[in-house]
Structure formats: structure tokens, C-alpha cells
């Protein structure tokens, strides 16, 4: 089956810098990878996804890159604000395209140091 | 968005009770999942379902079983609970979002204790 690796665990940046985190996947027939942020005690939520049609894809602050022969995809987010600290999800499809669901990495904890 | 409630969203149980969880749905989405998420080691797909009639394994289905009551109800048990499994859970839907394309939407999260 999928398995998905993410990095780093924990990462802390300054206030306006920019963050980023990596995901590696290791099924070449993964078709879907969705980000998804989740605060303390809330549900995780979609941020931004990327299907394997496409290298890149932006929404504001926010963009991922996939590299298919390499099997890795991150997440950038540019100009951060407080309300970016959470727990930051990565997760890969399976050739399903996510109708059989996902495999996650463990996840990001991004701190925002004012 | 996916109107994805769970019950209970606490609750407290003894080794070797029986526990179910409960999921609905309000959407009309035909596929659903249950993912428990332990500190540290992300979310992890226990069940999935396509309609009643079609429910499928995901990695780490053992000790757990589910039953889809109707499209909108998918609920999880737990036959004889175990401090392991002490975990939070969560149900999600999965269907096509006007204007953002498919997508998985997960419900508020069920934590439960198993002591």
C-alpha cells in the first residue's frame, strides 16, 4: 500500500517569513494529494490540493508543487501570520484519486514566532 | 459545505465494553470513512464505504467493525474495547464540491477513552 513520509515535525519560523514542508509518497499510481491544516481540537480541513496533471498550484498565500518522478510534494506558505500555526497534514490518494481514501503523513506542527 | 455531525463527541469506556460510534450526513455523499488519528502518527483509514451494500477495509480495520444504515449513517464499533484504541476518531465524506472539485470533508471528531 501507499505510504507517505513528511518532514519536518515540528517547524518554527518568524512572522512574514515563509515555511515549507515536504511529503514524499512511495505508490507511483497516486493521483491525488491534498494538504489539510487542523488547530487544537478542531477537525482537519482542506487547504489546498494537487492532482498529477498539474506540477504546481497556487491560492493566495498558499502553493504546492508535485514532482511525479521523484514522488514528492510540499506545501509553501509565504508571507506567514500567527493564524497559520497549526498542524499541517500532507496525504496521497492511491490510484483511487481519493475514493478509497488516504494515507497521511504524521504531520507538521508550524509555529509562527511573532 | 458537507454537513458531517458524530456521536457521541466524548466518551469515557472500560475494557471490554462495547462501543459504537455514530456518522451522519446530510449531502447525499455515497462514500464515507472512518480514520482514528493517534498523537504523532497522523490519521489512519479504519473502514470505508461506497454505498450500504459495498464496505471495504482500510489498514487498520482489526478490532474494529462498521455497518452503513442508510447513505447518510455510517457508524463504528468497537466489540470489545481496548486501552489502544483509545484514539480520536473521525468520519468523512467524500463527493464533488461545487467550484472546488472532489473532495474529503471530515466530521468534528469523536475522542474516546478506553481505560
Known amino acids: 500500500g501507499e505510504n507517505v513520509e513528511q518532514h519536518p515535525s515540528t517547524l518554527s519560523v518568524q512572522e512574514g517569513d515563509s515555511a515549507v514542508i515536504k511529503c514524499t509518497y512511495s505508490?507511483?499510481?497516486?493521483?491525488?494529494f491534498p494538504w489539510y491544516k487542523q488547530e487544537l481540537g478542531k477537525r482537519p480541513q482542506l487547504i489546498i490540493d494537487?492532482?498529477?496533471?498539474?506540477g504546481e498550484k497556487k491560492d493566495q498565500r498558499i502553493a504546492v508543487t508535485l514532482n511525479k518522478t521523484a514522488k514528492h510534494f510540499s506545501l509553501h506558505i509565504t508571507e506567514t501570520q500567527p493564524e497559520d500555526s497549526a498542524v499541517y497534514f500532507c496525504?496521497?490518494?492511491?490510484?483511487?484519486?481519493?475514493?478509497?481514501?488516504?494515507?497521511f503523513g504524521k504531520g507538521t506542527h508550524l509555529i509562527i514566532q511573532p | 459545505d458537507a454537513d458531517v455531525t458524530q456521536t457521541p463527541r466524548n466518551r469515557i469506556t472500560k475494557t471490554g465494553k462495547r462501543i459504537m460510534l455514530e456518522c451522519s450526513q446530510t449531502k447525499g455523499h455515497d462514500r464515507m470513512y472512518w480514520y482514528r488519528q493517534d498523537p504523532g502518527l497522523g490519521l489512519r483509514l479504519i473502514y470505508y464505504?461506497?454505498?450500504?451494500?459495498?464496505?471495504n477495509k482500510g489498514e487498520i480495520s482489526d478490532g474494529y467493525s462498521v455497518s452503513r444504515q442508510a447513505q447518510a449513517k455510517f457508524s463504528l464499533s468497537l466489540e470489545s474495547a481496548i486501552p489502544n484504541q483509545t484514539a480520536l476518531y473521525f468520519c468523512?465524506?467524500?463527493?464533488?464540491?461545487?467550484?472546488?472539485?472532489?473532495?474529503?470533508?471530515f466530521g468534528p471528531g469523536t475522542r474516546l477513552t478506553v481505560t
Open positions: 505508490d507511483s499510481a497516486s493521483n491525488y
Open positions: 464505504s461506497f454505498d450500504v451494500k459495498d464496505i
Open positions: 496525504a496521497a490518494s492511491g490510484a483511487g484519486g481519493g475514493a478509497d481514501g488516504l494515507t
Open positions: 494537487i492532482r498529477s496533471n498539474v
Open positions: 468523512a465524506t467524500y463527493d464533488y464540491v461545487l467550484g472546488r472539485d472532489y473532495e474529503q470533508y
